[in-house]
């Protein structure tokens, strides 16, 4: 199968062969298709997120599915409780819970399941309003779901670190 076309854009769109390669053998449902997978743009990630209510990372211009179930939801829950108790303590920061996006470099969104930004990093101290944040965090969690891919969860190592 191939998903190769030449974009109005000038780019071209990404085969199936550089989608596994990138990602590993992942449920096409997880794939948006529009925009084509390279050819995708931050803007098309916010316009899902409020029309569908469905959160999408952004990978060289590739949207992919955020992945979480109910068991992982939890995992998450627990970790934010836990990470929140500690944080709010010794008024350390603030912790986002699965759906912050945060923009990692330019076009690059991801969405960890639990994260850490110190006031350090905040702008005068305040909570950013901006959909998608381009402050990096301090601290990243990924619970693993049913749907993710070891190559997805080493690319993602890599790219927080």
């Known amino acids: 199968m191939i998903i190769a076309h030449q974009s109005t854009a000038g780019q071209t769109s990404w085969t199936a062969t550089q989608v596994v390669d990138r990602f590993g053998p992942l449920p096409l449902a997880r794939l948006r298709m529009s925009p084509l997978p390279g050819n995708a743009v931050e803007q098309d990630a916010v316009e899902i997120l409020a029309g569908e209510q469905r959160l999408f990372e952004l990978h060289d211009g590739v949207l992919l599915e955020k992945t979480m179930g109910a068991f992982e939801s939890y995992i998450a829950g627990v970790l934010i409780w836990a990470l929140n108790d500690f944080i709010r303590r010794d008024r350390l920061g603030i912790v986002y819970g699965p759906d912050g996006l945060f923009r990692i470099a330019p076009d690059e969104i991801r969405i960890p399941d639990v994260s850490f930004v110190s006031w350090q990093r905040l702008p005068n101290g305040e909570v950013p309003r901006d959909a998608i944040s381009s402050i990096v965090p301090d601290l990243v969690a ?20």
Do not use: A, D, Q, V
């Open 142 to 161: 990924e619970i693993i779901s049913h749907g993710n891919t070891p190559r997805e969860m080493e690319n993602k190592r890599h790219e927080y670190l």
